[in-house]
Nanobody
Framework: VQLVESGGGLVEPGGSLRLSCAAS????????MSWYRQAPGKERELVAS????????KYADSVKGRFTIYRVNNKNTMYLQMNSLKSEDTAVYYC?????????WGQGTQVTVSS
C-alpha cells in the first residue's frame, strides 16, 4: 500500500491550494479515505473524510465551507481543495486509509499560509 501526497506549498492568506493523494497497492475504490493535518506542537487532527463511492463527506468544523474533499476512483486519487486559507491551516497534511484492518499514512505534504 502506498499513499503519496502532493500539492502543498506556501500560499498567502485567502489563497487556495489543491492537495492530491495518489494511492496504489490496494482496492482504492472500495475504501473510505481521509485527510489529516498536524501543526507544529499540536496533535494530528482529522480534516475531512469521504466514503468509498464519494457520496458521503465529513469535515472538521474549522474547515467547513472552505475545504472540499473528493475522489476520482478510476485514477486512484483523492483530492482536497482548500480555499480561503488561513494562517491556522498551516500544517503537514496527510492522506489516510484503512485496508484489511491496517491503517496507512502517506508521508505528508507541507502547507504554509503566510504573507
Amino acid at each position: 500500500v502506498q499513499l503519496v501526497e502532493s500539492g502543498g506549498g506556501l500560499v498567502e492568506p485567502g489563497g487556495s491550494l489543491r492537495l492530491s493523494c495518489a494511492a496504489s497497492g490496494f482496492s482504492f475504490s472500495r475504501c473510505a479515505m481521509s485527510w489529516y493535518r498536524q501543526a507544529p506542537g499540536k496533535e494530528r487532527e482529522l480534516v475531512a473524510s469521504i466514503n468509498w463511492v464519494g457520496t458521503s463527506r465529513k469535515y472538521a468544523d474549522s474547515v467547513k465551507g472552505r475545504f472540499t474533499i473528493y475522489r476520482v476512483n478510476n485514477k486512484n486519487t483523492m483530492y482536497l481543495q482548500m480555499n480561503s486559507l488561513k494562517s491556522e491551516d498551516t500544517a503537514v497534511y496527510y492522506c489516510n486509509t484503512t485496508w484489511l484492518t491496517t491503517i496507512y499514512w502517506g508521508q505528508g505534504t507541507q502547507v504554509t499560509v503566510s504573507s
